[in-house]
């Protein structure tokens, strides 16, 4: 029987003294704060002291979350979340041009209308992201993939629209921002989770990771990216697919072969990376990866 089954108990649950204790004496010494339970106690949970404590409960929530659906492995998409979809950007470079012609010479709206074409160009990403969010649902197992992301818009939102569209439920981790970033509406509700820590964030996206999709983006991909890309090169964590999507962007952005030249990195580090062009592509290589670890649990 299940140690934790009622008649199992020896103590009440956390649950009957929270509902006691909800409903303090009127008592004026049951008034002060240092009478409420430590777990219901909101001001001594956000101490400074305590943060040893929220750290472990950051890592503890979605941990046990994610087991009681059974997801075990995960296809981890990042991507700038300024990335929009193709008829979004396509608007959003309507008005620009607008305005442009409004103020001939305003440097400041000629510098606009540029990132508004660009974003044009990198929209294709959003729906390369949507198909590989659609492609890894339709996937077959064992162990059934899920797509994960940082839970926020542009690249994260297309791969959980992906998952959403074939059927299939995905994670979103979405972190708390002083500039407040919902997390998009295409994530299973169950599985929308909101974190304090980067820290704690970064290890829950590894933890289950089968594959790492890397979309353009910026100083949070970049992150996110070399991250991974130091755990996998020490081996603290086991070796996965890390794709790249769009060989001209990254090759612009970073001069892997530069690191190379310097000593700074190995020749071989950089197969730790693969560069790919479409959804099916990045797909073929994770099914691959896949069917030759069949049978293995989550990394921790």
């Not at 909101?42 to 040893?52: A, G, H, I, Y």
Request: charged share 25%.
């Amino acid at each position: 029987m299940n140690p934790n089954h009622p008649r199992k108990r020896i103590f009440p649950s956390a649950h009957v003294s929270a509902e006691v204790a909800s409903r303090p004496p009127r008592a004026p010494h049951c008034q002060s704060p240092s009478y409420r339970l430590a777990f219901q106690d909101p001001d001594f949970l956000l101490r400074d002291e305590l943060r040893p404590v929220r750290l472990q409960l950051e890592l503890l929530k979605p941990e046990l979350t994610l087991q009681e659906h059974g997801i075990d492995a995960a296809v981890v998409v990042f991507g700038s979340a300024r990335i929009p979809e193709p008829a979004e950007a396509e608007e959003a470079l309507k008005r620009a041009e607008e305005e442009a012609r409004r103020a001939p010479g305003d440097r400041a709206r000629e510098q606009a209308l540029q990132v508004c074409r660009r974003r044009v160009a990198l929209s294709r990403y959003y729906e390369e992201a949507r198909r590989l969010g659609r492609l890894v649902a339709d996937g077959a197992g064992p162990p059934h993939l899920v797509v994960m992301t940082g839970g926020g818009p542009g690249i994260m939102e297309a791969a959980n629209r992906g998952a959403r569209e074939a059927g299939g439920g995905s994670v979103g981790m979405n972190i708390v921002l002083p500039h407040e970033q919902l997390p998009n509406p295409y994530i299973q509700p169950e599985l929308n989770f909101q974190f304090h820590y980067f820290a704690i964030r970064k290890m829950h996206l590894l933890m289950r990771a089968r594959a790492l999709a890397v979309f353009p983006g910026g100083f949070g991909t970049l992150d996110e990216l070399f991250e991974t890309l130091t755990l996998i090169q020490t081996g603290k964590v086991r070796r996965i697919p890390v794709l790249l999507f769009g060989r001209e962007f990254w090759r612009r952005l970073v001069d892997f072969d530069l690191l190379v030249a310097e000593g700074m990195i190995a020749p071989a580090d950089l197969d730790l990376m693969t560069f790919v062009e479409t959804a099916e592509e990045a797909w073929e290589i994770i099914r691959r990866a896949n069917d030759e670890r069949r049978g293995n649990g989550p990394g921790r």
